[in-house]
C-alpha cells in the first residue's frame, strides 16, 4: 500500500515535471517564431508543375535546373524572400492537369506556377491561373493562345510562341526566292501554328504554300508523305516535328533520297536534342529557333559554364527558357521587395523586364510573349550553329488578346 | 494519282502492313492463342529496340545484337511467365489488363533509370545500307525490303509452327480445353511457358529490327499497342493467317487513306475495324 502510494506521488511528480517542460519548450517555440517572423516575410511558395516522366522528362528537368540556378546565383531568395518548392510531375497529361494545378494553388496556396512543356497542360494551368488569379510563368508551351485569346495580366511566358519559328522560316525562304512549298506536320496545335506561321510569311513574301499535309500524333509512318513530296517535287519543304518523330522523319527523309534534291527545313525542335540519333541524315539542315551553338554573349557564356559547373551537362534552349521564368520571377519581385499583395505593381515590373537572357537580351509584348531574335541554324556535325539572325525582334501578333 | 504513284503507294503499304504484321505475331500468340490480355505487349517492344541499342553499340554488329537480344528476351518471357502470368491464366481478364498495365509503367521506369529519355539511332547494317531509286527525286531504302522480307518468312514459320507441329497442336488443344489435356499427360504449364516466351520474344524482335528505321525513344512502345489489338481483332483471335492479312489490310488503308483522304487519316483505321466487327464479329479468319 505505501509503496503504491509512493509510486503514484512519484508519477505524478514526473508528470508535472513532463508537463513543466512541455509547457516551457511550447513557450519557447512560440518566441522563436514569433522572432522569425519579425525578422523576415514567410518563404515564397513557388509551384513547379513540370513533366518529370514520360517522353519529355528531359525538358522538364531541363527547365527545373535552370530554374533553380537562377535563383541560386539570386543568393537563393527572390525578392528578398526564400524559396520553398512545390514540385508535381504533371506527365505531360492535359487530363490531369487542372486537378493537379488546383491542388498547389488551393491546398498548398503557392504564390506563383510555373509549368509547363506540354501545350494542353500549360492551358488548363492557364485556366486555373485566371480562375484563382494567381500568377503563371510559361517555361516552354508555345500555344499561341496562351498570349493570344486567352491572355492575362497574370500569365507570362518566357519560350516562344508556335508561329514564331515559322514566320522566321517562311521569310527567309521567301527572301532565298523559293517559290513553292509543301508542309507537313501532325495534326495538332503546336505543328499547325507552326506550319500557319511559315505560311502566312512565306506568301506575303510572294511564295506559295502548295500542298499542306498533317497526320495523325503520334504516327511516324512517313512514307506516304514522303511519296506524294517527290511527286509535287516542291522548292522546299517545311516541317514541325520533335522528339522521336523528328529523328525518324529526317532520317526517313534523307533515306528516300529526298535530301539530294529537295531542301528540308522546320522549326528547331526538329534537330534540338535530336542530332545524336539523327547522325550524317541531318547535316545541313536550316531551322529558326530563339536559341542555337556558338551564340558567343557574355550572359550566354556565363550561364553555360554555370550550368555545366552545377549539373555536368550542357544546357539547352528548355534551360534557357526556365533560366528565363526565374529571372523574370526575381525581376518582378524585386520591384515590390517580395510584397505579392502589390499585385499590379508586380505585373506592371514584370511586364516591363528587359531581360538578359543567354539568347540575348529580350523584352515581352503587352500580352506578355518574348520579343526575340529568331536565329537561323546549320546543322554541323552535332552542334546547331547559328548562321545569322533569321528575324530581328520578331513580334508575334497577339491575336484576340484584350491586354 | 499515275499509276506509278499508285504502284509505289502500294508498296508503301504492303511495307508498313508488314511491318504491322511483325510486331503483332507475338500478340497474336499471348492474346490470341493464349488469351491472355497483354497490355505490356507494346513494352516487350520497347524492350527489343532498347536492346538492340545498347547490344549494337556493345557488340558492334546488329545482327549479333539480334541474336543476344532475342535469346536475353526468351529468358525474360520465361522469368515473367513463372513469376506473375502462370497465376493469371485462371483468372479475371479485369486482373490480367491490371497486372499488365502496372508492367507498362514498370518498363517505362526501368527504361528511364537505365537508359535514360534521350532519343536514340540504331545504325542501319552497311549489308543493307542502299537505295533503290524508284523516280528521279525518290528513292527506297533496302533496309525497308529486308524488314518486309523477314515478316514474310516469320509469318511462314509461325504458321507452320502453331498448325504443323506437334507442339502447335498441344498449344491449340491447351487453348481450347486445359483440363482434358493435362488429363492427356501433357505439361500444359511448359508448353504455356514456352508460348509466353515465344510471344516475347516476337515482340522484342520486332522491336530490334525496326529500330534502324523508327529509331529509340520513350513511350514508343505505347504507340504500337493499340494498333497491335487492332490487328488481331480484325484478323480473328488466334489465326496466324488472320493477323497477317489484317496487318496488309491495315496497312493499305492506313496509306491510301493518307493520301486520298487526309482528314480522316486518324479514324480510318478504327472505322474499318468497326465495320468489319459488324459483319464478322468473330474476325475475318477463324481460329487454325
Known sequence: MDQDQTRRVGHGWRMTGTLAAALLAAAGLLQVAGQA??????????????????????LGNSITNAFKLAIEENAGKVGGREIEYFVVDDESDPAKAPDNANKLVKRDNVDVLVGSVHSGVALAMAKVARDNNTLLIDPNAGAN????????????????????????????????????AVTLTWNYAAGTESVDGFKEAFEAGGGKVIKEMALPFPQVEFQPYLTEIAALKPDVVYVFFAGGGAVKFVKDYAAAG????????????????????????????????????????????AFRAAYMKAYKTEPDVYAVQGYDAAQLLIAGMNAVKGDTAKRAELVKAMETAKLDSPRGPFALTRSHNPIQDIYLRKVEGKENKVIGVAVKNLTDPPRGCKL | ?????????????????????????????????????????????????????????????????????????????????????????????LEQVLLTYGLILVFEELRSLIVGNDVHSVAVPDLFNWSIPLTD???????????????IVLAVLLYLLIARTRLGM?????????EMVQALGINIKLVYRLVFALGVALAAFAGMIAAPVSSVYPGMGTGVLIICFVVVVIGGIGSIWGALFASLLIGLADTFGQVLLPEAAGVIVYVLMAVILLWRPEGLFRRV
Open chain 2, 137 to 151: 527525286t525518290l528513292s527506297y531504302p533496302v533496309y525497308r525490303l529486308f524488314m518486309s522480307a523477314v515478316c
Open chain 2, 170 to 178: 498441344m498449344i491449340r488443344a491447351g487453348a481450347s480445353n486445359r
Open chain 1, 37 to 58: 517572423q519579425a525578422q523576415a516575410q514567410p518563404k515564397l511558395k513557388i509551384g513547379l508543375m513540370l513533366p518529370y516522366t514520360g517522353t519529355y522528362a528531359a
Open chain 1, 145 to 180: 493562345e496562351l498570349t493570344g485569346a486567352l491572355c492575362a495580366p497574370n500569365i507570362f511566358r518566357t519560350s516562344f510562341s508556335n508561329s514564331q519559328p515559322g514566320i522566321a522560316m517562311g521569310q527567309v525562304m521567301a527572301e532565298q526566292k523559293k517559290k513553292t
Open chain 1, 258 to 301: 529526298l535530301g539530294k534534291t529537295i531542301p528540308l527545313v522546320g522549326a528547331g525542335f526538329l534537330t534540338d536534342g535530336t542530332l545524336e540519333a539523327q547522325g550524317d541524315a541531318a547535316q545541313g539542315l536550316l531551322t529558326t529557333l530563339h536559341y542555337g551553338d556558338g551564340l558567343n554573349n557574355p550572359k550566354n557564356n
Open chain 2, 1 to 93: 494519282m499515275d499509276l506509278y504513284s499508285f504502284l509505289i503507294q502500294l508498296l508503301n503499304g504492303i511495307q508498313y502492313g508488314l511491318l504491322l504484321f511483325l510486331v503483332a505475331s507475338g500478340l497474336t500468340l499471348i492474346f490470341g492463342i493464349m488469351g491472355i490480355i497483354n497490355l505490356a505487349h507494346g513494352s516487350f517492344y520497347m524492350v527489343g529496340a532498347y536492346m538492340a541499342f545498347s547490344l549494337a553499340a556493345l557488340t558492334g554488329s546488329l545482327f549479333v545484337a539480334v541474336v543476344l537480344g532475342s535469346v536475353l528476351c526468351v529468358l525474360l518471357g520465361i522469368a515473367l511467365e513463372w513469376a506473375l502470368f502462370s497465376r493469371l491464366y485462371q483468372r479475371d481478364h
